[in-house]
């Protein structure tokens, strides 16, 4: 079946702007969290959603980044006014009922 | 704060041998632990998941250990192939009210020489 999948691959922007993440977890998974891979920091958790439970947001960097489920199923993530740090491959995951977790292959967001 | 550690971060080996990846956290308070193999430029993927009541996983020529009480767990790769280079990362999920997310290491990036 379809894993969890993740537009665009790539994107590059310019500090100041904002830009969207995309994230289509398996379908019946339950669970679907936010990563941040970054050079040298390693993987790094961002925001976890749990059916229509409110998001454990605990991650987030800054009031800059957030992050929205629609539907039980997509989820895109926001981040407003890059910046340079904010640079970094981003990872989603679904799991159902927050066991074994998949991952989709990241977007990988250069910020200039 | 509750860490994860991998030993070594990079590991070459000759093609056939048999080796061992190393992965240590802090707190003993464990719910399961994942293993997951990264090609460079592309996402995760799972190898071996071990839930805190059991003491190993085996999935084809990989074995993976883990001992709670010290707070270890090891990833054994039988006859290594070149195919297995990768980095593996080791993550754990905590026990406790509001733990879902995966607290991972840094990864041993392991290259199996023809």
């Known amino acids: 079946g379809a894993g969890v999948s993740q537009s665009p691959s790539n994107k590059v922007t310019e500090k100041g702007k904002d830009v969207e993440l995309r994230c289509d977890p398996i379908?019946?998974?339950?669970?679907l969290y936010w990563y941040r891979q970054s050079l040298g920091q390693g993987l790094e958790f961002l925001i976890y959603f749990q059916g229509n439970s409110a998001p454990d947001k605990s991650g987030l960097p800054s009031d800059r980044f957030s992050a929205e489920r629609t539907g039980g199923s997509v989820s895109t993530l926001t981040i407003q006014r890059t910046q340079q740090e904010d640079s970094a491959v981003y990872l989603c995951?679904?799991?159902?009922?927050?066991?074994?977790?998949?991952f989709g292959p990241g977007t990988r967001l250069t910020v200039t | 704060k509750q860490e994860v550690t991998q030993i070594p971060a990079a590991l070459s080996v000759p093609e056939g041998e048999n080796l061992v990846l190393n992965c240590s956290f802090t707190?003993?308070?464990?719910?399961?632990l994942q293993w997951f193999r990264q090609d460079p430029g592309k996402g995760l993927t799972s190898l071996l998941l071990?839930?805190?009541?059991?003491r190993e996983q085996t999935s084809g020529r990989l074995n993976a250990s883990l001992d709670k009480s010290s707070g270890r767990s090891t990833l054994y790769i039988a006859a290594s192939q070149p195919g297995d280079s990768a980095t593996y990362l080791c993550?754990?999920?905590?026990?406790?009210?509001?733990?879902?997310?995966?607290?991972f290491g840094k990864g041993t990036k392991l290259s199996v020489i023809p």
């Open positions: 707190d003993s308070a464990i719910y399961n």
């Open positions: 071990i839930q805190s009541s059991q």
């Open positions: 993550a754990v999920r905590y026990s406790g009210a509001g733990s879902y997310q995966l607290t």
């Open positions: 995951a679904s799991s159902f009922n927050g066991y074994e977790q998949y």
């Open positions: 379908s019946g998974h339950t669970a």
